[in-house]
Nanobody
Framework: QVQLVESGGGLVQPGGSLKLSCKASGFAFSSELMTWFRQTPGKEREFVAG????????NYAGSVQGRFTISRDNAKNEVYLQMDSLKPEDTAVYYC????????WGQGTQVTVSS
C-alpha cells in the first residue's frame, strides 16, 4: 500500500535550519509529482513547495521562496525540504503528499521555531 513517512522535524532557533525527509513506498515514486504542505492549529493546510517527477521544475509559496529548497532522490524514493533562515511563523506540522491530486499524505512532522 501507499505510504509516506516524514521525518526530520524538531525544535530550532530562529535563523536556524532543518532538513525534512519523506520516505515513499508502495507506488512508482519516480513518476509522481511530490508536494510539501504545512498546517498550524486552526488553519487550513497551506502549500509550501512542489517538485515534478524528474526534478526539472520546482515551485514555492511566496512566504518560503529563497529560504526553502525542495529536492528528491528517485533512487531512494525520498523527497526533501531543506529549510534555512527559519522564522517563528514557520512553526507547523509539515506533510508530504503524492501527485497532482495530493491523494496520499504522510502523518506529518512537527517543526517548532522558537528561542
Amino acid at each position: 500500500q501507499v505510504q509516506l513517512v516524514e521525518s526530520g522535524g524538531g525544535l530550532v532557533q530562529p535563523g536556524g535550519s532543518l532538513k525534512l525527509s519523506c520516505k515513499a513506498s508502495g507506488f512508482a515514486f519516480s513518476s509522481e509529482l511530490m508536494t510539501w504542505f504545512r498546517q498550524t492549529p486552526g488553519k487550513e493546510r497551506e502549500f509550501v513547495a512542489g517538485i515534478i517527477a524528474n526534478s526539472a521544475y520546482t515551485n514555492y509559496a511566496g512566504s518560503v521562496q529563497g529560504r526553502f529548497t525542495i529536492s528528491r532522490d528517485n533512487a531512494k524514493n525520498e523527497v526533501y525540504l531543506q529549510m534555512d533562515s527559519l522564522k517563528p511563523e514557520d512553526t507547523a506540522v509539515y506533510y508530504c503528499a503524492r501527485g497532482r491530486d495530493n491523494d496520499y499524505w504522510g502523518q506529518g512532522t512537527q517543526v517548532t521555531v522558537s528561542s
